[in-house]
């Protein structure tokens, strides 16, 4: 009785904080209406209310002047006006699920308050909380403290309640589902009823279940570099979402979204959390994936993705090579390079008409001419300039030339008017053939013009290869097990790829830097925050030019050393210590996520026997079925099974993925299915989650989760090589609730140190490929 009657009472304040909303989105919207029709007053009327008077420079000041507060008062209009659209667009959300939490805390003072903790904060008439925003100093103490002292961070220092009650709550369309009061930060009982839910096409932000350990991410300030290595399915994805969300909320007089970007593993991806920030009421961040932002770069290169990488069957000598590329050592060598190459750049000739105008040995002639002081960038500024003035002494006589008095005798009368203003009369026809000689050459050379301040003089690809040519003279390579022979081929095989205008992933920081230490880096100071997700496919010469690239950014990278697919497998080891030496240990933190939340208990602890690191895996307790190792005899046989398995965890859930090694896989897997079910094939060109049943291939499924996984063939033929392990423990680790994993013939060597009784066994000669 007494458990509904306080039931009954929480009901109530829901419905009374619902009608406050209510109140709250009237006020608003009447608010917008003002601010609207101020705003398009000002614009109707912005140069009636505008003093112009140009006579004197006493006028011009008080016109400029005049303008300027116009326009700020524009701004103020228009940025009120976004504020309330925001405001009522998070009360909509609200009137669904006001809050989620409450908390009951003491001060030192003896003063008791009731806090409630939603999405975003609400003041009843007498400016009192009736919601707390879930980024407010008091949220913190729902998120890290048991019941009893608890201390917090407010802008004044330190603050310590007394928490006696904690209560969670499960609210849809404005009805309480489930209520718990729990001791721990989040009580399992919420997580339960939030983890048991189906999967989505899109991320869903989780500010009802932050973990105290991912609290720590989100509210973290101080550190210049936050690393945070998490296993599969532990939320580190989700808790940066909120830490950015957060950070916008603590730092909103200084910091807009436009000041923080996210390195994405891909546009699947992107797509995938798109929804987390506006969900909380803000606007996204800059979206990018590094294949973009390289890209964006690099001009007519176009660079080869990781999924191509990825798909490409590399000899046991390249990797050598590819573990040389990863690290910092080839970043470090551009400037010694350069100190001992700067009177040999590489240069082209500037041609105009088919034929040479200024020779590259003239541009070098030049170049040697510019002071020695100057650093490099600038004494290529400084040549751009002394090209463009030879450029307008060659204009002089090219001017003379049979060519373009043909073209002057060729004048349309429209093209006449267009080179000859109405009010510009001549002397005589010489004067008149001088000027029209003088324009048209004017115009032909304004592209070499634009050529030459984008320095199109400079040879970069040709100097790249140089540097590639040079690197035995400057790294051991026999130190990485690298032949001379195996580097001429590799450099051999560079200039084929730029003659087609390619350039391999690992080779584009390379190309970039030795770009920017000849043409001057262009840096972004303004960018404030800087994520990087799916660090562990990142290499460490890749983050250096990132942070380059970003100099006044903190740093947020997240993931999971133990799915690291695409570089090197000995590198797993070492790549945190790589990516902590980047930054000043003082500033630097790094945070260890090891309970995994998405898997049921029995996936998790089927996955933790692959992966073979159990240390750093905690499962949560949400029970389900045993994973189901399926074997089957054919391909055909394998195909049948996977029909029916897919049918029957479509009908019981909603998204099915069936996640292959590679692209061909997936499409004959697609092929041998799409006339029998309605089957959709996730590829490069198609990168959009559906529900229902999908076929993806390992690469793209990366940080996205699905009610069902069907694993495609880990027979010991696709998955034999134990730098394969990482990535048969990143499929595994997609599913929610049902893991089926099929194969045509032996199992692979890699589930063999899975206990038997971690999965159910189907089929007649079922077994796992031993090794030897």
Excluded at 485 to 514: C, G, I, M, T
Excluded at 629 to 651: C, G, H
Aim: hydrophobic share 35%; with cysteine; glycine share 4%.
């Amino acid at each position: 009785m007494g458990e509904s009657l306080e039931w009954q009472k929480e009901q109530a304040r829901v419905d009374q904080t619902i009608e406050q909303i209510g109140h709250e989105e009237d006020r608003l919207k009447t608010s917008v209406e003002s601010v609207k029709g101020e705003a398009s007053v000002i614009r109707e009327n912005f140069w009636e209310d505008v003093r112009v008077n140009l006579s004197e420079p006493d006028d011009v000041e008080e016109t400029t002047i005049s303008i300027r507060q116009q326009e700020m008062f524009l701004r103020e209009r228009e940025r009120s006006y976004k504020h309330s659209e925001k405001q009522l667009a998070v009360f909509d959300k609200m009137k669904n699920s006001p809050y989620f939490a409450r908390i009951d805390v003491e001060d030192e003072e003896g003063e008791r308050e009731q806090v409630y903790i939603g999405i975003s904060s609400l003041l009843d008439e007498e400016d009192q909380f009736l919601i707390y925003d879930w980024r407010a100093p008091i949220s913190s103490v729902y998120y890290d403290g048991q019941k009893g002292l608890s201390t917090y961070d407010t802008p004044d220092g330190q603050l310590t309640v007394n928490v006696s009650l904690k209560r969670q709550f499960l609210i849809k369309k404005a009805i309480i589902e489930a209520m718990f009061d729990t001791n721990e930060a989040i009580g399992d009982e919420m997580l339960q009823e939030v983890l048991g839910s189906g999967s989505n096409l899109q991320m869903k932000n989780i500010v009802a279940t932050i973990q105290q350990e991912q609290n720590q991410i989100i509210r973290d300030t101080r550190s210049t570099l936050l690393f945070v290595q998490g296993a599969a399915g532990s939320g580190k994805t989700s808790a940066v979402l909120q830490r950015i969300a957060y950070l916008l909320y603590r730092f909103r007089e200084g910091v807009d979204e436009t000041q923080m970007i996210i390195f994405s593993p891909n546009r699947l991806f992107n797509h995938y959390i798109s929804n987390v920030l506006p969900e909380l009421g803000e606007k996204n961040m800059v979206q990018s994936t590094f294949q973009d932002f390289v890209d964006a770069r690099l001009g007519d290169l176009r660079v080869e993705t990781l999924f191509e990488q990825f798909e490409k069957k590399e000899s046991a000598g390249r990797q050598g090579i590819r573990r040389l590329k990863e690290q910092q050592v080839l970043l470090k060598q551009i400037p010694i390079y350069l100190s001992k190459v700067q009177q040999q750049l590489q240069f082209r000739d500037i041609r105009f008409r088919g034929e040479v105008l200024i020779a590259k040995e003239r541009i070098r002639e030049l170049f040697k001419k510019q002071p020695d002081h100057l650093k490099l960038p600038e004494r290529m500024k400084a040549l751009s300039k002394a090209l463009r003035e030879e450029l307008y002494v060659i204009a002089q006589s090219e001017a003379k030339k049979d060519w373009v008095t043909d073209a002057v005798e060729l004048l349309s009368e429209e093209e006449y008017r267009m080179l000859v203003p109405g009010h510009l009369e001549f002397q005589g026809f010489d004067e008149e053939a001088d000027y029209l000689a003088k324009k048209i050459i004017r115009l032909k050379f304004r592209r070499m013009h634009q050529q030459i301040d984008k320095y199109g003089f400079f040879h970069q690809k040709q100097q790249f290869v140089h540097f590639m040519q040079s690197l035995p003279q400057l790294v051991d390579l026999t130190a990485y097990g690298i032949s001379e022979e195996e580097w001429r081929q590799e450099v051999k095989q560079l200039v084929k790829r730029l003659n087609k205008k390619q350039l391999s992933q690992e080779d584009a920081v390379f190309y970039l830097e030795l770009q920017d230490q000849i043409l001057g880096k262009h840096v972004n100071r303004a960018m404030r925050f800087v994520f990087i997700d799916e660090i562990q496919d990142y290499t460490p010469a890749q983050i250096l030019y990132i942070q380059s690239v970003f100099p006044s950014s903190r740093f947020t990278m997240l993931g999971d050393l133990n799915q690291a697919i695409f570089q090197a497998a000995d590198r797993k080891g070492s790549l945190l210590t790589e990516m902590l030496a980047l930054f000043p240990s003082e500033k630097t933190k790094l945070i260890e996520l090891k309970k995994s939340y998405r898997s049921t208990y029995e996936i998790t602890e089927f996955t933790r026997e692959i992966i073979q690191d159990k240390d750093r895996i905690v499962p949560f307790e949400r029970r389900g079925a045993l994973p189901e190792m399926m074997q089957s005899s054919s391909y055909v046989q394998m195909m049948e099974q996977i029909l029916e398995k897919a049918e029957e965890l479509r009908q019981k859930n909603g998204m099915v993925a069936i996640i292959g090694k590679d692209q061909e896989a997936c499409e004959n897997c697609y092929l041998s299915l799409y006339k029998k079910m309605d089957v959709k094939l996730i590829h490069l060109e198609n990168q959009k989650l559906s529900d229902g049943v999908m076929i993806i291939p390992s690469y793209l499924a990366k940080g996205l989760e699905f009610d069902s996984v069907i694993v495609l063939d880990a027979s010991d033929e696709t998955y034999h090589s134990e730098s394969e392990r990482t990535l048969v423990y990143t499929i595994c680790s997609r599913a929610m609730h049902q893991l089926v994993v099929t194969s045509n013939g032996a199992f692979s060597r890699l589930f063999g140190q899975v206990d038997s009784g971690r999965f159910t066994a189907v089929g007649d000669e079922w077994r796992i490929h031993e090794e030897g």
